[in-house]
């Protein structure tokens, strides 16, 4: 139709025009070389556009370039367009150039840049169509790894795009939703979601998009280790092609790769991987695939020194992608990225049967967002105006019918609102790098200087495992089904929450009470049975299955000093660092929120206890979120008695309820003073995983913000047990215990508070910063 417009047409500018909208036909088929070779036939023509068709045209030519990667020419043609749009004032076209402007960032790999713009065009007020927007936004949530809210986005943008008859756009999003769910190991969501885009392309005669449909679909069943049939003739459209760029043409060769792989034929998978070298702007799943593959390629053929370069470039690749981030939400998911490669390293080191290789392989990826530089970018004017509209909302939520739910459903849209914020936030230096992992004979070194030892738990392949790292030597233990271990650590979990709402009646109390200690029993039984202890405190790296487990009530470690630590390297920074002593007298802070009938007591009693040993101490009653964070940013030991909440579906919104309503772990201070921070609140000591064995919650949130160690409870506990542990533990502490000791001899005393960890790196105060002229402070 568009060829025959022309051929009946004298019009230079109709003519232009029908380049234009054959423009737009091709990017819609993704043929993005036809879709530049039609805006080159424009021309001279462009004079006789209107304004809002000269952006048209420009902001096809750039995504057909971003298609291409070809990032400078795409940002020429976008730069060109919003000052057009700009000049024009066309804000329905600045809209859409702000957004692409956001995707270019996107694929430059300056992801909190792309998410910032992509947030500041969805928040002008102009009436278009956000399917487009929307999915954009969920690839880059994708990127980074944050595949729940990506898996959010995109089933909002397919609801819109299906109530709106665009089935194309609709077949797209399933593409995505498929590759979400490979990357969440839900393999049956994915084949459902490709089947359903591969039969709405086909009725569309979209070819190009059908072929994109079947690779996705290969590269599924090549996950689950199956060679499908029909490979072949699936890649031929791009195996072709001298030099992969394109998304599609590298899936090709990954997907050939892994093939070649399952086959048993070494030697032409290390030809084929050959083709994804050089520099080639792509994804960062997509790189981190790329070394993967180079890793199994070079394993498989004995090169085993080529395999552990391939490796070792994985792991800096996600330590430099990680760390000009500054949210520490996108610090963690990133990790998503480096989970397949991590596996390899892993399996690599059981195969080989030796605990040292276990050791360094499981190290290099545990928690490797705890390595980075401490957060440190201020926040913002506007993130703080919205957290405290949340804080508002989230204690009115309470209210009943109509008006509790509208709270309840605007606090929801304040936590996307805050989490887009803090996911833009980026260091502005950048210069800064990781901390190395620590290495096997290092963290031996340390634990025997400290007369301390370290059992890392294993979660892999459905199996779980203990290294036992000592002074002496490094065993590795085979315990069990991984799953059988997590359903026993849920059940202690489950049991102490109903122990905790059972002390009304005590009929209730004692049979919770024996199913505790049933459940402890045979949590400990599996975890230890065939673990032989050296007496002496113990440091414990849990791993995904053990996040919540409260050691200090397993009867293999009672009554020795514990401490918990996402990783060796965490555990053992600060004592490698060689940190000045401190030379200012001890700052103790208390605060209470409401509703606690024993907070203000404990606090008091707490303040006492340092006031007595010349510390600087303040008790603060019905203390403000504001009191929180001034605490941390200034304070050395900062003790916190008050209600606490631990949100599974979005660890970082957990939170301490004080007087003025909850204060998130998304605005504590960066970087906080504290040293030792305590927290009386029930369940804030829990961590959730994710992938990396990245630990999320509100002490891995005080962790990352530099503070050396925190105490809290992975369950709940009642208030009067509470008050009287932690009056004991501070007391133990001021005595000079360290902190493990003082929590090991505090649980022996009061079983009841057994609920309570110390996570982080043991800490004691320095003698030099007590003196024994103290200085109560009590204020309101």
């Known amino acids: 139709m568009l060829d025959d417009s022309r051929a009946q047409s004298d019009s230079a500018r109709l003519r232009a025009l029908s380049w234009i909208q054959e423009a737009v036909v091709q990017v819609s088929c993704q043929d993005w070389r036809a879709a530049l070779a039609a805006l080159d036939r424009v021309g001279d023509a462009q004079d006789l556009l209107t304004p809002a068709e000269q952006v048209a045209g420009h902001i096809n030519a750039g995504l057909a370039h971003l298609s291409l990667l070809e990032l400078g020419p795409a940002r020429a043609d976008l730069m060109t367009a919003l000052e057009i749009s700009t000049e024009h004032g066309l804000v329905n076209q600045q809209f859409k150039v702000r957004h692409n402007l956001g995707c270019l960032e996107y694929y430059a790999g300056h992801l909190p840049e792309a998410i910032r713009l992509m947030r500041e065009a969805d928040e002008m ?13 969920a690839l880059v949530l994708l990127e980074v790894g944050l595949l729940d809210q990506a898996r959010v986005t995109l089933t909002r943008a397919l609801d819109e795009a299906r109530h709106d008859g665009h089935r194309l756009e609709e077949a797209d999003l399933r593409l995505d939703l498929a590759t979400t ?7 049956s969501a994915a084949r459902d979601h490709l089947d359903a885009a591969v039969a709405a392309f086909r009725a569309r005669g979209a070819g190009e998009r059908q072929r994109s449909a079947a690779l996705l679909r290969a590269w599924v069943a090549v996950t689950e280790g199956v060679v499908p049939r029909g490979l072949d003739r699936t890649l031929a459209p791009w195996l072709g092609v001298e030099r992969p760029v394109t998304p599609d043409e590298r899936l090709a060769v990954r997907v050939h ?12 998978a290390g030809y084929a991987v050959q083709r994804l070298r050089g520099r080639v702007r792509q994804g960062f799943s997509a790189d981190m695939h790329d070394r993967l593959l180079v890793a199994k390629v070079a394993a498989a053929q004995g090169d085993s020194a080529r395999s552990r370069r391939a490796v070792r470039s994985a792991l800096h690749r996600l330590t430099e992608r990680q760390a000009p981030s500054q949210s520490l939400e996108i610090r963690a998911a990133l990790a998503l990225h480096g989970r397949r490669i991590a596996d390899f390293d892993v399996n690599d080191g059981l195969a080989s049967g030796s605990a040292t290789k276990v050791f360094d392989a499981v190290e290099r990826w545990r928690a490797v967002s705890h390595r980075l530089p401490t957060l440190s970018a201020p926040e913002d004017e506007r993130s703080a105006a919205l957290v405290a509209e949340l804080r508002h909302a989230r204690r009115e939520s309470v209210a009943a019918g109509d008006e509790g739910a ?42 025997g200087s400290r007369g301390e030892q370290a059992l890392v738990w294993v979660a892999q392949d459905g199996e779980e495992y203990v290294l036992v790292v000592t002074p002496r030597g490094t065993r590795l233990h085979h315990v069990g089904s991984a799953i ?10 489950r049991d102490l929450h109903a122990h905790a709402f059972a002390g009304t009646n005590p009929a209730l109390e004692a049979a919770v009470g024996r199913a505790v200690a049933g459940s402890v029993a045979a949590l400990d039984q599996r975890l230890f049975a065939d673990v032989d202890l050296a007496d002496g405190p113990v440091v414990v790296i849990p791993g995904r299955t053990l996040m919540a487990a409260p050691w200090g009530m397993l009867p293999s470690l009672s009554g020795r000093p514990v401490t918990v630590a996402p990783s060796v390297t965490r555990w053992s920074g600060p004592l490698l660092s060689g940190e000045p002593a401190p030379t200012e007298q001890l700052r103790v802070t208390t605060l209470t929120g409401p509703r606690l009938h024993r907070a203000a007591a404990e606090a008091a009693a707490v303040a006492r206890v340092w006031d007595e040993v010349g510390a600087l101490a303040t008790a603060h009653e019905a203390a403000t979120a504001e009191s929180v964070r001034e605490a941390l940013a200034v ?6 008695a008050a209600h606490g909440t631990h949100e599974r579906q979005s660890p970082w919104f957990s939170s301490l309820l004080m007087a003025d309503g909850p204060v998130f772990a998304h605005e504590l201070p960066r970087q906080s003073a504290a040293q030792h921070v305590v927290l009386s609140a029930c369940d804030v000591g829990r961590l959730d995983p994710r992938p990396g064995d990245e630990p999320l919650g509100l002490t891995a ?13 992975v369950a709940p506990v009642s208030d009067a047990a509470a008050a009287d542990a932690m009056v004991a533990y501070h007391q133990h502490l001021a005595g000079g215990s360290s902190a493990s000791e003082a929590l090991a001899a505090t649980l022996t005393e009061h079983p009841a508070a057994g609920a309570f960890c110390l996570y982080g790196t043991d800490w004691r105060p320095d003698p030099g910063q007590i003196q024994r002229a103290g200085s109560l402070n009590i204020a309101s």
């Open 257 to 268: 790769v892994e093939a070649l792989l399952l086959r048993g034929h070494f030697t032409e």
């Open 406 to 447: 509208q709270h309840r459903a605007r606090a929801t849209e304040l936590e996307w609102e805050v989490s887009r914020l803090d996911w833009s936030r980026a260091e502005q230096d950048g210069g800064r790098a990781a901390i190395a992992p620590v290495g096997h004979s290092t963290a031996r070194e340390l634990l």
């Open 181 to 187: 769910a490979l990357l969440r190991d839900d393999l």
């Open 125 to 137: 007020d102009v009436q278009v169509g956000r399917v487009r927007a929307q999915h954009d936004l």
């Open 701 to 713: 949130a005080l962790m990352a913000l530099g503070v050396r160690s925190v105490v809290a409870p």
């Open 484 to 493: 059988e271990v997590a359903a026993l650590a849920d059940r202690l979990t």
């Open 635 to 640: 304070d050395g030991v900062v003790h916190v």
